[in-house]
């Protein structure tokens, strides 16, 4: 009977989840990045492209912070410089 019990955890404990490793990182401000874009970006600009650029922009800016929540930080980090980079 005892051997059973121990059988029968040692089973639950191999079954059991296994936890990940933890990584020491430092995880990127997503929030900030994005809001330093918007904050970046001239108000001139918005006269003189049009809405669908302008909309082109939004949308660019929104997969890069979607992209770092997800923990992408190198697709969010080209996303960002890729919109910094941009001429209108």
Request: proline content about 2%; some cysteine; aromatic content about 10%.
């Amino acid at each position: 009977m005892k051997r059973l019990a121990i059988a029968a955890v040692a089973l639950a404990t191999l079954a059991g989840p296994v936890a990940a490793p933890v990584v020491a990182q430092t995880k990127m401000d997503c929030s900030r990045l994005y809001k330093d874009f918007w904050e970046k970006f001239d108000h001139e600009k918005y006269a003189k492209i049009s809405a669908e650029q302008l909309a082109g922009v939004s949308r660019m800016a929104l997969r890069a912070y979607d992209a770092c929540q997800a923990g992408d930080e190198q697709d969010a980090r080209g996303l960002f410089d890729r919109l910094n980079r941009m001429q209108f």
